[in-house]
């Protein structure tokens, strides 16, 4: 269909022995077993997987009968979350956003910076891990400005297995709030929110390697998140952030909650909040080493 080539969602029924209920003519469809459900929903370019917003690359369509979604999707943002199981996990790379003169968001009514948010958020992660027996190590250990490529660099040098930058949102719409996971988008696929491709949508980068697990991870990121802090769920997103695409390693950026969102900031500024949110990511993180 115009180049792009699509896959019967009723045809995936029968392939992955699915349930199905639902119908074209109610423009929603829904695919379960024991253990999952998937909603698609008719122009809607996203779909829920176990109740979790999953981001697609093409909306879903309805041609004669049937709906279909994209074979990309279907293999690259899907199929990971059924099937794919985690490389072995032993080092995690934490990396607390901005830093130094990098302020990251601020709320000048609270007197907050991003920044110290961030790093005191990583540093709850990492204790929780150290408890756990993973070797962790942080992107910075104090408040210092750290490029994106040296990130980078430290994941490699460190050999990561896993790699996690955390951050807090702001956006002028003060009713907009909830938590977000990102990861690199496949190539040739255009990052969420947009939809015709730029040069850098072209271009490889080893980020792209680790899309199955980047899959997986991002996936029990957010739903792990947005069950056990009871947030809005803003879904599995993708883009191609500098501190993702040259990862050789699985790695996730999640935003945490809106600065922005006066309720949800008088959350985050306390530390009985960002304790839920670190032990919420642990848990995430043991959920992908089962898998």
Known sequence: MGGIDFVDIHDLAQQYHFQ?????????????????????????????????KIYLNRPIIIRGHAMYIS???????????????PN???????????????????SLREGLDEKVLTFD???????????RGYRVHLTRYNDVFVPLEDRVAL??????????SIHFNTVPQTYVQGIETYIVPPLNEASSGRDTLIAADREYSSGIAQNPWNVL????????????LHADDRGL?????KVLKEQT???????CGFFSHAGELDKIKTTAYRDQIATAIVDAIGTYQQK
Not at 22 to 47: D, N, P, Y
Not at 71 to 85: G, T, V
Not at 155 to 164: P, V
Request: charged fraction near 25%; glycine fraction near 6%.
């Open 20 to 52: 199905q209920k639902g119908s074209v003519a109610s423009q929603t469809i829904t695919l379960f077993s024991q253990w999952s459900k998937l909603v698609f929903k008719e122009k809607e370019r996203h779909c829920f997987f176990n109740n979790t």
């Open 71 to 85: 074979r990309s999707d279907w293999d690259n943002n899907l199929r990971p979350i059924l099937f794919q199981k």
């Open 88 to 106: 072995r996990l032993y080092c995690i790379v934490l990396d607390p956003g901005h830093g130094g003169r990098d302020m990251g968001c601020q």
């Open 121 to 131: 958020l990583a540093k709850r992660v990492q204790t929780l891990l150290l408890k």
């Open 155 to 164: 994941a490699k040098k460190y050999n990561a297995d896993l790699f996690l």
């Open 217 to 228: 991870f991002g996936y029990c990121l957010q739903s792990t998140l947005i069950k056990s």
């Open 237 to 241: 997103k993708r883009a191609r952030f």
């Open 249 to 255: 390693c699985p790695a996730a950026l999640i935003e």
